[in-house]
């Protein structure tokens, strides 16, 4: 793993561009309560399976099955392992943070910090992004296509130097393994979700119970979903923005289209892959494009020039929770985030970041197309509002285990 990936990162996670109006009611989304049985799947279709019987994926009617690792099959056992370890400080080399410092539930599990604090108090370079949904993402973290699946991100928060998250290295791994090992109920835990290994307490099985906890993060019950059912009603101030987000006045389904709002999309019947990233005027440092060189975007991994500032789409679902905004965090609301789409760019007057982004020659050119009245911003504004879903953030399965 090269610096630039470590460095690039962060604490966070991550095709179809229109939603079809789903028939039928929601199932409810998420996973299968421990002592449920089995529901029929809309139109008496069997649940999807993957992995132990005891796993059965309760989606949202538009949502496809997921694309998990063949040799990390989901269960319950797993997924309960992986909650009480995403919430547990133990995990972090100096035991001052766990996983939920940066990603805690109330808040769609971002940290509202424009950087984020690793173990020894060093600033990530960008902000903890969201993971609802990130079962779905075809990569992860703001800007590398190279963490293409949960498993594998997730080895720079835990291992990476550059900045430190997590803190763990070779010298301490084998202190941070005995803290789970010598605890009875952990043992319990990881010999249930690991049946078949003689000693499952090692860092593999850590990393695979946390990322099919994260899996199981489904979010797809907000009004907007809800509308979408014929079970709720927007108001006209919302659908107005509804028409502008889905129309080319805005700009917005481009980016942020799908069931998930966001480009990048994979699942278990995907064919072809695609890694979209976007410039979106929001530096100039230089008159040439510039982008600050503590994250400049897609180029500190690819090493073209014309990746300056891209970065990936996050997820629009759950957006009013996931302030403050953009790959670093450097705009505080989302109303100043459809300000500044709305004005092609963000013009910085003072400072080292000076400059001004609606001349970005390597921007996107949606966002030059984009020219919204006040009004317009309001309504677009009140539309994304619909997009929380308040189920999520309060889904005692997401919550911490340890009751603190």
Not at 119 to 130: D, F, K, M, V
Not at 261 to 283: C, K, M, S, W
Request: glycine share 10%; charged share 20%; proline share 7%.
């Amino acid at each position: 793993m090269t610096a630039a990936t470590l460095r690039g990162a962060g604490l966070a996670l991550a095709g179809l561009l229109l939603l079809a109006p789903p028939a039928g009611a929601q199932q409810e989304p998420g996973v299968q309560p421990a002592a449920a049985r089995p529901a029929p799947a809309p139109d008496g279709a069997a649940p999807a399976q993957d992995g132990a019987a005891d796993w059965v994926w309760r989606l949202p009617r538009d949502f496809p099955v997921p694309k998990v690792p063949a040799d990390n099959p989901m269960s319950m056992a797993k997924f309960e392992l992986g909650r009480y370890l995403f919430y547990d400080k133990q995990l972090s080399g100096n035991g001052k943070i766990s996983c939920a410092s940066c990603h805690q539930q109330r808040l769609a599990f971002t940290d509202g910090r424009k950087l984020s604090p690793g173990a020894t108090g060093e600033l990530t370079a960008r902000s903890a992004q969201h993971l609802a949904n990130a079962a779905w993402h075809a990569s992860y973290t703001w800007a590398n296509p190279a963490l293409t699946t949960l498993e594998r991100q997730m080895l720079v928060p835990l291992f990476g130097d550059a900045p430190i998250e997590m803190g763990l290295n070779d010298r301490n791994k084998a202190t941070v393994l005995q803290r789970f090992s010598a605890s009875e109920a952990y043992s319990r835990r990881f010999a249930s979700a690991f049946p078949q290994e003689p000693a499952p307490v090692n860092m593999d099985n850590i990393v695979k119970a946390i990322a099919s906890f994260q899996r199981a993060l489904v979010s797809g019950n907000a009004k907007f979903d809800r509308y979408q059912r014929g079970e709720a009603t927007l108001t006209r101030k919302e659908l107005r923005g509804k028409n502008l987000f889905f129309g080319e006045r805005a700009e917005c389904f481009h980016c942020h289209g799908g069931f998930n709002f966001n480009d990048q999309v994979l699942h278990a019947r995907t064919r072809v892959i695609e890694t979209p990233f976007h410039n979106t005027g929001l530096y100039n440092i230089d008159g040439k494009g510039g982008y600050p060189a503590a994250s400049p975007g897609l180029i500190d991994n690819s090493g073209r020039p014309e990746d300056m500032g891209k970065f990936r789409a996050p997820s629009l679902r759950n957006v009013a929770q996931t302030a403050p905004y953009m790959h670093d965090g450097s705009i505080a609301t989302l109303q100043q985030v459809v300000a500044t789409y709305a004005a092609g760019g963000r013009r910085i007057r003072h400072g080292s970041n000076a400059g001004d982004g609606r001349r970005n020659p390597l921007k996107s050119e949606l966002i030059g197309n984009i020219a919204l009245s006040a009004r317009e911003q309001s309504e677009l504004l009140a539309f994304l509002k619909t997009l929380s879903d308040a189920g999520f953030l309060n889904d005692p399965r997401y919550a911490d285990p340890h009751g603190k």
